[in-house]
């Protein structure tokens, strides 16, 4: 099994209303997200890839377009949550690429959540 993965970056904000009052979270507070797609494959292309690098870009243009230097609470219909952002962009990026197989969505070097069905 072959597996590739690429990584992109944005900032945004966001605020977990639902939480308690204390709650860290709670607060607007912003974050620079990292984005890791896993993309898995028994056999290459012609090419010798599983999928070039570069027909990835089309992530990055979403993410850009949709997240980055925004407020989450204004451009999400659900909690931004990691969990819930991974399971959003996996599902994304699984339209366009049937070989992804996870999708890491880190608020911090030190903490991630990941979807992978």
């Given at each position: 099994m072959y597996t590739i993965t690429k990584e992109f970056h944005f900032s945004a904000s966001h605020q977990l209303s639902h939480l308690p009052d204390g709650h860290q979270c709670a607060r607007l507070h912003g974050h620079n997200y990292v984005v890791v797609v896993e993309l898995r494959a028994k056999e290459l292309n012609a090419d010798g890839f599983i999928r070039d690098y570069g027909e990835l870009k089309p992530l990055k243009t979403y993410i850009d377009e949709t997240f980055d230097h925004r407020h989450l609470n204004d451009v999400l219909d659900f909690a931004s949550t990691g969990e819930n952002m991974a399971r959003h962009l996996y599902?994304?990026?699984?339209?366009?690429?049937?070989?992804?197989?996870?999708?890491?969505?880190s608020?911090?070097?030190?903490?991630?959540?990941?979807?992978?069905p």
């Amino acid at each position: 099994m072959y597996t590739i993965t690429k990584e992109f970056h944005f900032s945004a904000s966001h605020q977990l209303s639902h939480l308690p009052d204390g709650h860290q979270c709670a607060r607007l507070h912003g974050h620079n997200y990292v984005v890791v797609v896993e993309l898995r494959a028994k056999e290459l292309n012609a090419d010798g890839f599983i999928r070039d690098y570069g027909e990835l870009k089309p992530l990055k243009t979403y993410i850009d377009e949709t997240f980055d230097h925004r407020h989450l609470n204004d451009v999400l219909d659900f909690a931004s949550t990691g969990e819930n952002m991974a399971r959003h962009l996996y599902e994304w990026c699984a339209q366009h690429w049937p070989e992804t197989t996870a999708v890491k969505v880190s608020e911090t070097p030190k903490t991630w959540a990941e979807y992978r069905p």
